[in-house]
Nanobody, 122 residues
Framework: QVQLVESGGGWVQAGGSLRLSCAAS????????MGWFRQAPGKERKFVAG????????TYVDSVKGRFTISRDNGKNTVYLQMDSLKPEDTAVYYC???????????????WGQGTQVTVSS
């Protein structure tokens, strides 16, 4: 069993930055590829970014490419999502998730965090 806890969300003005963290406990995070997802009010949860177990390979949804950076520190059992040049449309609850497979939009994820709210004002 893996417990995932997100932190770092909050309120920011458009153009600002936030860094989300996802801390894992229960198992070594290096066993998992990790994904970040987000869910805006009234919309489905959507894939944002993914990173392989080693961190060598990353993937992003087009809308965040060049603005968001996913990374991980397996020694700290933590995955990060650096979000720069934030836009109001980035407002959502952000979730991290762990999978034994390769992280992508269509992968089945085995564990989920509880989410952290990100609000971007114009």
């Amino acid at each position: 069993q893996v417990q995932l806890v997100e932190s770092g969300g909050g309120w920011v003005q458009a153009g600002g930055s936030l860094r989300l963290s996802c801390a894992a406990s229960g198992r070594t995070l290096s066993m998992f590829s990790m994904g970040w997802f987000r869910q805006a009010p009234g919309k489905e949860r959507k894939f944002v970014a993914g990173i392989t177990q080693s961190g060598v390979s990353v993937t992003y949804v087009d809308s965040v490419k060049g603005r968001f950076t996913i990374s991980r520190d397996n020694g700290k059992n933590t995955v990060y999502l650096q979000m720069d040049s934030l836009k109001p449309e980035d407002t959502a609850v952000y979730y991290c998730a762990a999978t034994y497979a390769t992280a992508s939009a269509s992968t089945r994820y085995d564990y989920w965090g509880q989410g952290t709210q990100v609000t971007v004002s114009s």
